[in-house]
């Protein structure tokens, strides 16, 4: 079974800190993304990478910053976190390009004060 | 703007009976889709799958169901249990491996 782990499951950080969000999935997928779970929003996707130091921007970017270098390896930055960036970040991978499935860490719940 | 929409934030459900659970899109481009299934605290699970060159996936007690013209999909599920409540979330795949999700249906199950 694919396992995708994510360092924390949950956060609670100031606003200005800087958040390291890790992922590490352990079947040698190519892609990998980030993802936010906001409630009436679902998911969104954030950053996504399709290999090694490659990475390309989702659909909502700002306030983040993504670093790939290990295959197994994702992790999602928040250079100085602000209350809006409050909510469930999601990682996954998957295989390969195209329509192949994505598969999903659990989740880690980021709450900023 | 959103281009995977699930209309219905909730649905419950008698135990034994169908939950339907729909899902509409705008882009006519996307050609393969999914329902995830998600419990609290954890991450979603891949459900059932469809592609734009078929109407209708069956899984068991878990059918997909595909109108092209309507842009719309739907996931039946049939007998419904207690098990089955969680978070369903529609995704649509342009060329590529983009995902587009839906906004998610809460359904409850009731014993």
């Known amino acids: 079974d694919v396992k995708v782990t994510q360092s924390s499951r949950y956060l609670v950080k100031r606003t200005g800190e800087k958040v390291f969000l890790e992922c590490v999935q352990d079947m040698d997928h190519e892609n990998m993304f980030w993802y936010r779970q906001d409630p009436g929003l679902g998911l969104r996707l954030i950053y996504f990478?399709?290999?090694?130091?490659?990475?390309e921007k989702g659909d909502i970017p700002e306030g983040y910053s993504v670093s790939r270098e290990k295959k197994e390896r994702f992790s999602l930055i928040l250079e100085s976190t602000s209350t809006n960036q409050t909510s469930m970040y999601l990682c996954a991978s998957s295989l390969s390009w195209g329509r192949a499935e994505q598969f999903f860490g659990p989740g880690t719940r980021l709450t900023v004060l | 703007d959103q281009q995977v929409k699930q209309n219905s934030p909730s649905l419950s459900v008698q135990e034994g009976r169908i939950s339907i659970l729909n899902c509409d899109y705008t882009n006519s481009m996307f050609d393969y889709f999914l329902w995830y299934k998600k419990y609290p605290a954890e991450g979603p699970t891949f459900l059932i799958s469809?592609?734009?060159?078929?109407d209708k996936n069956e899984d068991g007690r878990f059918t997909v169901f595909l109108n092209k013209s309507a842009k719309h999909l739907s996931l039946h599920i049939v007998p419904s249990q207690p098990g089955d409540s969680a978070v369903y979330f529609c995704a649509a795949v342009l060329t590529g491996n983009q995902f587009y999700f839906g906004t998610g249906t809460s359904l409850t199950v009731i014993p």
């Open positions: 469809i592609s734009s060159i078929k």
């Open positions: 990478s399709y290999d090694v130091k490659m990475k």
